[in-house]
Antibody, heavy 128, light 107 residues
Framework: QVQLVQSGGEVKKPGASVKVSCETS????????IHWVRQAPGQGLEWMGR????????NYGQQFQGRITLTRDRSTGTAYMELASLRSDDTAVYYC?????????????????????WGQGTLVTVSS | DIQMTQSPSSLSASVGDRVTITCRAS??????LNWYQQEPGKPPKALIY???ILQSGVPSRFTGSGSGTDFNLTISSLLPEDVATYFC?????????FGQGTKLEIK
């Protein structure tokens, strides 16, 4: 079965960096983007970025540009998210998730698949 | 980045009511619009993609409509298990983005 298993919770001091892993199994790693989404306590969802599994090209949310790095290891089907210069407002649950790469067009309309599987989430706490 | 604006931010309705949540994109996104349902303490679950296509396993009381910049999620007859927060998401640009969410409660 499809699984995305994330690394455990982290406690970091302001200014530090954190690296979260997402180990995938049960599907073809090359057919799906890995996206990263975070959710601060009691808040909404914030899209952080995505990485193409084959060429490693990443796209980042504007608010994270310069602080976030997404990487992947094709040999193990594992993706990584590193966030630098942490602040207290980076305290959140961080999710990895998969999205099918292929886009579709039908009857003049085009669309892409939604996020269909999520990791269990990793709580990152930033506190002095 | 494309900004997604949902309304209302919260909603209280009775069992059996027809409920509609609106999502507006800051620019044209064709039909690259997804809807998710999130229960507390769980990751979101996809309901609708392509603005109007029902994700496998999702009850038919959920429907999506719209294209371009204005989109709706409608629950035809509200059930107690529909209590959750609902998010729209655009996947048109290389930088995806979510709406701020609509918290749905039962009166």
């Amino acid at each position: 079965q499809v699984q995305l298993v994330q690394s455990g919770g982290e406690v970091k001091k302001p200014g530090a960096s954190v690296k979260v892993s997402c180990e995938t199994s049960g599907y073809s790693f090359s057919a799906y983007y890995i996206h990263w989404v975070r959710q601060a306590p009691g808040q909404g969802l914030e899209w952080m970025g995505r990485i193409h599994p084959n060429d490693g090209v990443s796209n980042y949310g504007q608010q994270f540009q310069g602080r976030i790095t997404l990487t992947r290891d094709r040999s193990t089907g594992t993706a990584y998210m590193e966030l630098a210069s942490l602040r207290s407002d980076d305290t959140a649950v961080y999710y990895c998730a998969r999205v099918k790469i292929a886009k579709f067009c039908s009857g003049g309309r085009c669309y892409s698949s939604p996020i269909d599987y999520w990791g269990q989430g990793t709580l990152v706490t930033v506190s002095s | 980045d494309i900004q997604m604006t949902q309304s209302p931010s919260s909603l209280s309705a009775s069992v059996g009511d027809r409920v509609t949540i609106t999502c507006r994109a800051s620019r044209h996104i064709d039909s690259f619009l997804n809807w998710y349902q999130q229960e507390p303490g769980k990751p979101p679950k996809a309901l609708i993609y392509g603005a109007s296509i029902l994700q496998s396993g999702v009850p038919s009381r959920f429907t999506g409509s719209g294209s371009g910049t204005d989109f709706n999620l409608t629950i035809s007859s509200l059930l107690p298990e529909d209590v959750a927060t609902y998010f729209c998401q655009q996947s048109y640009s290389d930088q995806h983005s979510f709406g701020q969410g609509t918290k749905l409660e039962i009166k």
